[in-house]
């Protein structure tokens, strides 16, 4: 008896390379595929064939839902037939892996999750595994000197991939790790110099409070560094785990390393992946980077160290219209009297009907829906059971954390979607770098990309549709004040176009107005479907790549300090100095110049971060301080100061609404970290009319915050927004105490002035000798402060910053500076 099927799997093993061709013979596709493949796979797959497959690395655009997989596996199993194997398929986690091995059953192409099986190793199989099992300091492909031949790669949803190498490039010490300990002795005088109360919060384990270890004390204790790791890279403890796994690929670039202490962990980390480490991933003859149209591609150079002219076009199908449908509304931009709980109430109405998933930021913003919530994801086997929950049945109102990327929510599973709130950086660096680039483009344009990445979750191919809802006062403000709307993708900024059009026929509109208009998406409205397709029916891809040179001169400024070229290094820093012209930015890169200068001339660095530190406060401060610039006091009333402040801020008095709206959610005990609660309460009192600084940030000695008006009546303010003891503790009334002795030494001539505690109680622990004139900013304060300053800023909004209606206001309010003392402070115990 013939055996056909042998035959004809021997012919496409060793024959056949044309990707269209190994598809049309496999002889065992699910009938799924209709024996034909989409054109814009067509359109990619002949693409690449003709023009990219000899290339190293070659980047494939193509719209969610459009059939990335099947491109990928097939091109994959086009090497393996010319003999360019092994061949591994990279996701970013293990929920897709299962996903890309349906696929490829469905199309009948051997794979295997064995990275050790002999079929994936002799050329027959396509490993298919996740981004954590490549890059690590333990990985069967090899780091160092070690390597294992890897033929050819598809790196899937790869901008994803690459944020998971980012963070592999790191590594985590918890506060249970002696290590820990041994760190927080090493560092402790230079934690002190730079801020002695954030020392203080860390020691007593105050999670949200962090410390960048300066780079020069970095330097002159790398040997105590060293000693301390390698001694144990080998325990695979479970509080170890970071450092067993991603050692290797860290230590021999540990002194270009930066390390951030907090309250529960310390993080080693490095600016830029020295890829090179895992030799095996960085010499694969043949790379294929995947990934849905995202506009900036300057992660493929700054992660891989690719060069950007190696890349400089993508492939891409023809038209870019293969992209659901969705209906993008902002309430509190048509509206801004629409408030949260309103708008809560309304998308609870809709889950009676349909799947709601709500996005936010945090395990606190998720506290806020738990009353209308049908379920709270808070674990990671609770997120896999509830997304095929939504995807096989009606859930109702569903709150995921956190999480923008790696997750389908295909059809019916999410018709409508809710971005609640900005996203939150995820790392400790993240964090940093978003409080010492604040306002920059590189913080918006990593913020947008995450945003959109959550506007994905609901449209997962051309047929699907989803309303996205954007709310929250911070994410409100920051797409309508800023040009933050343009770094979309262009396929996004169309749908945007279109829910403008709507946003004009819509403005002032009630929860009952903007209903009837989202039923005509969920309905399926057969004109509003045909106004949405085309919305994007002549919309083309961009195959021009687009990277920012700022963050590749400093890859290979990076490049250049690895191989210990620093004045290399120095002068690729410097030329981008002298083209930057945002402040935070410019004194942000003399800081990394510094970084640099510091292995050829310490006391150059730090006149250089002297000089730094007076462009972007944020940043560290150098050894020998800087000097403090007093307040200049003058006689300008303080409604005065508030409208024109105001006016210079915001471009219209609705921009100011959401802008101060935003301030205000900022003010919360718990859930911001120190950082961010402190420069809520300066930026409040610029928005009041005070002269508002925050010394201990900026010059290292003083209250957190310090207000003036008029009259010289000043308030000295220490911020613990994140206590949670009954009790004020002993240190925080050392701290008020210290900083009240500070101002008397600054400010002789001034004695109108009133310490402030922002704590969320009013009693001192037994062992505190607190100042008699200590006032306090109790959780119920907070609380009514927050209230009135929501109802003050409406009305400021319609006076028009009318001077006169405007005084009147912060009387009514009791928001003058002798009256806040009053109505929002409360006497200590």
Known sequence: MLDFSKLLEDTLSSEINDPIEIFDLLPEKDEKYEELLRPAQQTVLQTWFNDYREKRNTVIKMNTGSGKTVVGLLMLQSYLNDGKGPAIYIVPDNYLIEQIIKEAQDLGINVTKDNKASEFLNGESILITNMHTIINGRTNFGVGEIRKSIGCIVIDDAHACMKVAKSQFSISIPRTNDIYEKFLNIFSDCMKEQSESRYLEIKDGDKNSQQLIPFWEWKNNISKVLGILHEKRDDDSEDNKSLFFNWKLLKDNLELSECIITGKELVINVDFLPIEVIPSFHECPHRIFMSATIEDDTILVSHFDIDSEEINTSITPGNANDIGERMILIPQELNPKITEDELKQYYKYLSAKVNVVIL??????????????????????????????????????????????????????????????????????????????????????????????????????????????????????????????????????????????????????????????????????????????????????????????????????????????????????????????????????KYKYAKYENFVNQVAAQETLMSAKKLNSHLLHPVNGIVYRKMQFDSIPQVNKLCKFNIDTYKDTNDYLLGFNALIDKLHFEDFSANVFEQAIKDLGEHLGFISQRPENEFRKGPDNLWASINNNCFVIECKNEATSTTICKDYCNQLNGSIVWFEEMYPAINTFTPIMIHPNVKFDYAASPDSRIRIINKDKLELLRNRLRDFASQVAQSNYDVSTVAGLLKSFKLESNLIIQEYTVNHR
């Open 360 to 589: 936010v930021p945090s395990t606190f913003r998720a506290n806020y829906w738990k009353d209308v919530a049908d379920v709270v994801v808070l674990s990671q086997i609770e997120m896999l059971r509830t997304v095929e929950q939504l995807k096989k049945q009606h859930v109702g109102l569903v709150v995921l954390i956190n999480k923008y990327d790696g997750i389908d929510l295909p059809k019916s599973a999410c018709e409508v979607l809710v971005i609640d709130g900005m996203p939150d950086a995820r790392s400790e660096f993240e964090k940093y770098e978003q409080i010492a680039l604040r306002g920059s483009r590189e913080v918006i344009k990593d913020t947008i990309q995450r945003i959109e990445q959550g506007m994905g979750r609901g449209i997962r191919s051309k047929e699907d549709h989803c309303v996205v809802f954007l709310m929250g006062n911070s994410l409100v403000q920051f797409l309508y004040s800023s040009d933050a709307k343009k770094m979309f993708t262009e396929t996004t900024q169309m749908q945007l176009k279109l829910s403008k059009s709507l946003d004009k026929q819509l403005k002032g509109a009630t929860l009952i107005e903007i209903d009837s208009a989202i039923s005509s998406c969920l309905s399926r409205n057969s004109e509003w479907v045909r106004l949405s397709k085309a919305t994007i029916l002549k919309l083309k891809y961009n195959s021009q790549n687009s990277f920012d040179e700022l963050i590749i001169k400093q890859r290979k400024a990076f490049n250049d300090a690895k191989n210990r070229d620093y004045r290399g290094a120095m002068e690729k820093i410097q030329e981008i100095i002298n083209v930057t012209t945002n402040n935070s930015l410019k004194g942000y890169l």
